[in-house]
């Protein structure tokens, strides 16, 4: 299950990833005031964990691999906690156990849509990043509510489980950028000394939106995973 991150949907997703393996059945939730999915979001984390778990039991899920980008990594993290037995396995994506969004972004989002779009825009792709996916991204940032993506970074703000990742008992891969400018290495770095039984794999010259730009990199990267922890 492909956990979206903050401003998302399932689209933030390249076609790469989303077809993941013919061997595995990929869902794609959007969360709650994302996409296609109603709602005014949600202002926690565990919000969002909640409606993740909601939707694996409609669905009678088991065995789970929750892969999360970012505010999805956070997600993906709680709702293992709460539920190890769902979660088979985990894999974080440009995440953290605490975020520390850029004051710039949280007085922008007080303010200015337009101004607060912008500086999420510069600061998750980067220089470096692809015109025409940027275009996209930018434009589905705008077209989501304001509060919603408001919500979206104060529940990342206030979100803080450094203290109970040793509580993790699942196999985890964290995937970390070198370049994120939102999540910053140090920060997953310290997902990989206190999750047990975790391993860390560093893409140079990647940035916070790498499922965009590297997806095929992070698809072996998370195939060979699957495969050592027998899934």
Partial sequence: ??????????????????????HVTTYLPDLPGHGRSAGPGCSSIEGFAE??????QGLALKGVVLIGHSMGGATAIVAALRQPELCRALVLL???????????????????????????????LGPDFPPP??????????ELPHETLRRDFLA?????????????????????????LLTPLPNQRLLAEHIPHS?????????????????????CGILSFLDLTKY
């Fill in 199 to 219: 391993r860390l794999i560093v893409m140079q010259q990647a940035g916070h939106t790498a499922m965009l730009t590297h997806a095929e990199q992070i698809r």
């Fill in 1 to 22: 299950m492909l956990i979206h991150g903050a401003g998302g949907s399932h689209l933030s997703w390249s076609a790469t990833l989303r077809r993941l393996s013919p």
């Fill in 94 to 124: 440009n995440s953290a156990a605490k975020f520390s969004v850029p004051p710039a972004i949280l007085d922008a989002l007080d303010q200015d849509h337009e101004r607060a779009v912008a500086l999420v825009c510069e600061y998750a």
């Fill in 156 to 180: 990342c703000q206030a979100f803080d489980v450094t203290a109970q990742l040793p509580a993790l008992q699942v196999p985890t891969l964290i995937i970390a950028a070198s370049a994120d």
């Fill in 51 to 56: 409606a993740v778990l909601q939707f694996c």
């Fill in 133 to 142: 996916l940027g275009e996209t991204t930018c434009r589905m940032l705008r």
